[in-house]
Every structure is written in C-alpha cells, then in structure tokens.
C-alpha cells in the first residue's frame, strides 16, 4: 500500500497550490480519503475528507470556501485545491485513507505560506 503526496512548496500569502495523492496497493474506489495537516507543536487536524464515490465532502471550519478537496477514481488519485492561502496554513499535509478494515497513511508534504 503507498499515498504519495505531491504538490507541497512555499507560496505567498493569497497564493494557491494544488495538493495530489497518488494511491496504489488497495482498491482505491472503495476508501473513503481525507486530507490532514499537522504543524509544528500542533495536533493533526482534519482538513477535508470525500466519500468514496466522490459524492460528498466537508471541510473543517478553517479551510470552507478556500479548499476543494476531489478524486479521479480511474487514476487513484485525490487531489486538494487550496486558494486564498494564509500563514497558518502552514503545516504538513498528509493524505488519508480510511474504510471499515483499514486506515492508510502518507508521508506528507510540507506547504509553508510566508512572504
């Protein structure tokens, strides 16, 4: 089983990145998948999750309106657009998988927003 992150780097204040996960080694259609980020001295924290069919998301309270969290089941892949970022969006961002059976973590990429 791998999640492997892309798409972490700096950017300026109100700038946006494009975060992707690349799944492989598990039935990638059948797992719901979440971002998480963790920064320093913090806890992890939720920061969008889609259902498996791609119907249905939710976001924390800190990232509605400015992320958009989507999936391309044929490619296993999940994707976080993030827009209009903040210095506190700096963190480490993990990808997630998670169903009944299993729960499967990335290694993470790390997005810092500075000027």
């Known amino acids: 089983v791998q999640l492997v992150e892309s798409g972490g780097g700096l950017v300026q204040p109100g700038g946006s990145l494009r975060l992707s996960c690349a799944a492989s080694g598990f039935t990638f259609s059948r797992y719901a998948m979440s971002w998480y980020r963790q920064a320093p001295g913090k806890a992890r924290e939720l920061v969008a999750v889609?259902?498996?069919?791609?119907?249905?998301?939710n976001y924390a309270d800190s990232t509605k309106g400015r992320f958009t969290i989507s999936r391309d089941n044929a490619k296993n892949t999940v994707y976080l657009q993030m827009n209009s970022l903040k210095p506190e969006d700096t963190a480490v961002y993990y990808c997630?998988?998670?169903?009944?059976?299993?729960?499967?973590w990335g290694q993470g990429t790390q997005v810092t927003v500075s000027s």
């Open positions: 997630n998988a998670r169903n009944i059976r299993a729960n499967y």
């Open positions: 889609i259902s498996s069919t791609g119907d249905s998301t």
